[in-house]
């Protein structure tokens, strides 16, 4: 319900602020503004909102929550209004645009309030119409401190009423402005539902175009990896011309005895021709691993490209505050989230100990062990697991900047021994690394990973520690 020119023309009658005392200016959020002023109506609390959902202004009961601190704006406003008197108020051409002129002590002061749609703000300027602070700094439009200030009414010539437009029926009411502030009342939990819905909704489809991005690019490096077949080859043309070059040689023009087509191949001269063979195989082992690492990143961004446009056909679908509250809170945890306070994730997946300030994750299966490594372990995050033996994957959640304590490895490592195969739990060899140290074999089973940069710890399985962990499980 947007006000138009005849009933903001009504809102000003009623409120009749002329000669009135501004006593208090509050600014609750970006959007809105509040004038507690004092005159012939007695005190009035009078709101001015630019949100796009409700861009109104009128007299109000309810006391807005405030924040600790007070905006600039509001700020500003007090310095300079608190204490005034209005000398006049107006609506300029008639249109959504409210001229108040306040009382000051060395001048007076001009607030412009404008509601016009996709463009309203709020402006403050001396007498002469220098601009001393906005509620929305436009540069583009030259609206911020020092620039002057008169209102464009240019920009209304595409929607510009030739008449006044009439205003809504408000009987049962005492005045227009109860009927206004009924009627945002009324509606109020609707329209944070649908604000809160849109922006649920804004943060799936701008975490679906991050996928989307990641996953174009991940293209891109795939068929540049892909050339690790070309290179070997290239090492195989070297290696059977070795007695034709020399060290200095800058390229080498052959046959491919693949195809019969002529080929050449630039060389570094710095290196001596068996070198060049050996680098273009480095090569080609390089680029195979990279194609197999992208390859695997490929399919997890995919995966998670489908879980998105799922997610975002449930969110369209909410139709009320309860199922969105339950939607909001089973979202899942995804790689594309803006950086997060690290210890801050909700699991889903498998179990949660304590063990000081540091968190550990247990899974119980080859399903949940996947899950917590593909969803939930960072790559400097420590994971776990008993040697030559089946069993869960266990991790301890790193801080930054923090080594993980003895006492904190002991814990998961008894975790480790306590969800493995191992039928007498007395004492394991558990090799433990970095998450960033393992890599998911293709085309294997869930979970199953080969390990880098391993150590190990052999340890007597001790059951008071596991007692009290238990007593700390989340």
């Known amino acids: 319900m947007s006000l138009n020119n005849s009933e903001i023309d009504l809102i000003l009658k009623e409120l009749d602020l002329i000669s009135s005392r501004v006593d208090r200016i509050s600014q609750p959020d970006r959007f809105s503004l509040y004038l507690e002023t004092y005159g012939r109506e007695g005190k009035q609390k009078i709101q001015v909102s630019l949100d796009h959902n409700s861009v109104r202004l009128c007299r109000v009961d309810q006391k807005p929550e405030l924040p600790s601190t007070p905006p600039r704006f509001a700020q500003l406003l007090t310095a300079r209004i608190k204490g ?74 595409t929607n510009k009423d030739p008449v006044p437009r009439p205003v809504r029926d408000y009987e049962g009411f005492s005045d227009f402005n109860s009927f206004v502030n009924d009627y945002y009342n009324k509606g109020k939990g609707v329209r944070e539902f649908e604000s809160r819905k849109e922006l649920v909704l804004k943060k799936l489809k701008r975490k679906f175009l991050q996928f989307e991005n990641l996953h174009r690019n991940l293209l891109e490096k795939q068929q540049y990896y892909s050339r690790y077949d070309d290179l070997r080859l290239q090492g195989e043309l070297i290696g059977s011309s070795l007695h034709l070059l020399k060290k200095g040689d800058s390229s080498l023009k052959t046959k491919n005895y693949y195809d019969g087509k002529e080929i050449c191949i630039p060389l570094k001269p710095e290196l001596s021709p068996s070198e060049n063979r050996d680098d273009f195989y480095a090569l080609s082992k390089k680029y195979r691993r990279g194609l197999e ?36 809170k089973a979202l899942p945890d995804s790689p594309a989230d803006s950086e997060q306070k690290r210890g801050s994730v909700k699991i889903n997946t498998g179990l949660r100990f304590k063990s000081g300030k540091y968190e550990i994750l247990v899974g119980r299966n080859s399903r949940e062990n996947d899950a917590l490594l593909r969803k939930y372990a960072r790559g400097n995050d420590i994971w776990l697991h008993v040697r030559q033996h089946p069993g869960g994957y266990v991790f301890i959640k790193t801080l930054k900047g923090k080594s993980v304590p003895l006492e904190t490895l ?43 940069n391993d150590k190990n710890i052999h340890i007597k399985y001790d059951e008071k520690r596991i007692e009290i962990l238990r007593n700390k499980e989340s």
């Open 84 to 157: 005034s008197r209005i000398l006049s108020v107006s609506q300029p051409e008639k249109e959504r645009i409210v001229h108040l002129v306040f009382s000051g002590e060395e001048e007076n002061y001009n607030l412009w309030i404008r509601f016009w749609s996709g463009n309203p703000n709020i402006i403050l300027t001396g007498e002469n119409n220098i601009i001393i602070d906005v509620l929305y700094r436009k540069k583009n439009q030259n609206e911020y401190p020092g620039k002057t200030y008169q209102p464009d009414f240019s920009q209304l010539s």
């Open 293 to 328: 690492k992208i390859t695997e990143d490929l399919a997890d961004v995919e995966e998670k490209i489908s879980e998105q446009e799922i997610l975002i056909n449930k969110a369209e679908r909410i139709a009320g505050t309860e199922e969105l509250e339950l939607f909001e």
């Open 410 to 452: 002991l814990n998961a490592a008894n975790l480790a021994i306590l969800y493995s195969s191992l039928k007498k739990k007395t004492e394991a060899d558990i090799h433990y690394t970095e998450v960033k140290n393992l890599r998911r074999i293709k085309g294997g089973a869930p979970g199953r990973v080969l390990v880098n």
